[in-house]
């Protein structure tokens, strides 16, 4: 039997190949595992070291006086901040008084990033203020109450039962912006809440509308302005009673226009009291 061992050969290369061989071993069997690494070269030897300059030591830094630095006052204890927020309130003899009080107190963080203090809107002294909860983004540019989306909604509601703002005297709960819009605090609340309330003593109007449930609850101590809006409480201000009526807020029926219906039956009933 003629066996061509050259053909052998190349299929027994070309099997080497398939099978992944791709590389030629010796005869002997070598077992690459238990081979000793060579060792590593020797690292050259370091040239010597130049010396080198001591480095210079860094100029000294004046120290700044904190007192040149701009920073915001850092607002009290809210229980510290109540207590001084009465006391201011109650020192006020008119709104002018109040206002120029108010511009000065720094008892609420709210100030520091507020762009203005946001007072009242209308006339002194009408027999209709509302009361809101916080300055917008619009309001806080403006510096009056009500002046935005929501304004311009109230401004048609108070147009509807024959009332404008030279008729009302408008104010909010808190009178700097929240920062993003968000709801005022409880703490915010409180500590604001002395001026407001000094405020409708000096404004003594005859009717007092609550604008939404932050305000409704302050000024009145009751909680859930759906089933609360409508109904006739009594404010009392130390000297006198006030008949107040909490309203939904114009920016939820904005969003929630089928509750016009029920703003429209509280319009209809603070121009009934109002004569």
């Given at each position: 039997m003629n066996i061509d061992r050259a053909k052998a050969n190349r299929d027994l290369l070309a099997f080497y190949s398939e099978a992944g061989?791709?590389?030629?071993?010796?005869?002997?069997?070598?077992d690459w595992l238990s081979a000793e690494e060579p060792a590593p070269?020797?690292?050259?030897?370091?040239?010597?070291?130049?010396?080198?300059?001591?480095?210079?030591?860094?100029?000294?830094v004046r120290a700044v006086s904190a007192s040149i630095l701009p920073s915001a006052p850092v607002p009290p204890p809210p229980d510290?901040?109540?207590?001084?927020?009465?006391?201011?309130?109650?020192?006020?003899?008119?709104?002018?008084e109040l206002r120029t009080i108010l511009d000065g107190f720094d008892g609420c963080a709210l100030k520091n990033g507020a762009s203005r203090l946001v007072f009242?809107?209308?006339?002194?002294?009408?027999?209709?203020?509302?009361?809101?909860?916080?300055?917008?983004?619009?309001?806080?540019?403006?510096?009056?109450?009500?002046?935005?989306?929501?304004?311009?909604?109230?401004?048609r509601m108070l147009a509807a039962i024959g009332l404008d703002r030279s008729k009302v005297y408008i104010a909010n709960i808190v009178p700097w912006r929240?920062?993003?819009n968000r709801t005022p605090t409880p703490v915010e609340t409180q500590i604001c809440l002395p001026f407001v309330q000094r405020q409708i003593e000096l404004c003594d109007p005859d009717v007092l509308v609550t604008i939404g449930q932050p305000s409704t609850g302050a000024l009145?101590?009751?909680q859930g302005i759906m089933k609360n809006r409508g109904?006739?409480?009594?404010?009392?201000?130390?000297?006198?009673?006030?008949?107040?009526?909490?309203?939904?807020?114009?920016?939820?029926?904005?969003?929630?226009?089928?509750?016009?219906?029920?703003?429209?039956?509280?319009?209809?009933?603070?121009?009934?009291?109002?004569?």
């Open positions: 061989v791709d590389i030629a071993l010796r005869d002997e069997p070598n070269a020797a690292a050259p030897e370091p040239a010597p070291a130049q010396r080198s300059p001591a480095p210079r030591s860094p100029a000294p510290a901040a109540v207590m001084t927020a009465r006391e201011a309130a109650r020192s006020a003899a008119s709104l002018d009242a809107d209308g006339t002194p002294g009408s027999r209709l203020m509302l009361v809101g909860e916080a300055p917008g983004a619009e309001e806080d540019r403006q510096g009056l109450p009500f002046v935005g989306k929501s304004g311009q909604l109230l401004d929240p920062p993003g009145l101590n009751v109904r006739w409480f009594s404010y009392q201000t130390g000297t006198r009673e006030i008949r107040a009526m909490p309203m939904l807020h114009p920016a939820y029926l904005l969003r929630s226009p089928i509750g016009k219906r029920l703003a429209w039956r509280d319009l209809l009933a603070i121009k009934k009291a109002l004569g």
